[in-house]
């Protein structure tokens, strides 16, 4: 799987949007770039993936770069709930198993 | 909506006993997977399993761990002889497809093991 590279730690305030984001300077055309986040003391849960185009649904949005060597998670109205560590990750379509993660960024929602 | 659960929450056990940490994925998936978190760290991954067989494993899933669906609902990791550094959180994790653009990896709530 190919590197990403994310900052350690941002800060929001509550109810406003964060861009949270992640350079692939190394993508191949093959790679999905997904995005799972971790609450404090739970596994790692699903928030988004995508190719090339942008990407909505009801927990997130993915802003995917003209080249694909950066993508971008936004969180539209940051909760307290919304405090996680968040992963981006590179996947290669036609290749399975295990998710490599690195150490993401740690989201501190401030009230 | 459904889940993946894992029993225990919570395991102490000495050094060199064995452990089973159990999980019970979401019905319909066919992949299987463990991985395990030491506190601070990455989560890192362990074995993938599917069609009663292990698929892929890490440097980490040495001999000492083995991995086996029992029956239809159950996905169990064992630990033969634990170490001090077997000390971790362990999530199960199961897909409904092993790759391509769909595959999307639901994680359980984790066991968080300590070994004394």
């Known amino acids: 799987d190919a590197k990403t590279t994310q900052p350690n730690s941002m800060e929001s305030n509550e109810e406003e949007p964060v861009h949270l984001p992640c350079n692939h300077s190394?993508?191949?055309?093959?790679?999905?770039i997904h995005w799972y986040r971790q609450l404090p003391s739970q596994g790692p849960e699903y928030v988004i993936h995508?190719?090339?185009s942008n990407v909505n649904n009801r927990m997130a949005s993915l802003a995917i770069a003209e080249d694909r060597k950066s993508s971008t998670l936004i969180l539209h109205r940051a909760t307290l709930r919304d405090a996680a560590v968040y992963y981006c990750?590179?996947?290669?379509?036609?290749?399975?198993?295990?998710?490599?993660f690195g150490p993401g960024t740690r989201l501190s929602v401030l009230p | 909506e459904p889940e993946v659960t894992q029993t225990p929450s919570h395991q102490v056990t000495q050094m060199g006993q064995e452990v089973i940490l159990r999980c019970v994925p979401i019905?319909?998936?066919?992949?299987f997977y463990w991985y395990r978190q030491i506190l601070g760290q990455k989560v890192e991954f362990l074995v993938s399993?599917?069609?009663?067989?292990?698929?892929?494993k890490s440097e980490i899933f040495d001999d000492q761990f083995s991995v086996e669906r029992p029956d239809g609902s159950n996905f169990t990791l064992k630990i033969r002889s634990t170490k001090l550094e077997d000390s971790a959180m362990y999530f199960c994790?199961?897909?409904?497809?092993?790759?391509?653009?769909?595959?999307?990896?639901?994680f359980g709530p984790g066991t968080r093991l300590l070994v004394l």
């Open positions: 990750i590179l996947r290669d379509v036609n290749y399975g198993q295990n998710f490599v």
């Open positions: 190394t993508i191949s055309g093959t790679d999905y």
């Open positions: 994790a199961s897909s409904e497809i092993g790759q391509g653009e769909a595959e999307t990896q639901y």
């Open positions: 995508g190719l090339t």
């Open positions: 399993f599917y069609n009663n067989e292990i698929s892929e």
């Open positions: 019905s319909n998936h066919l992949y």
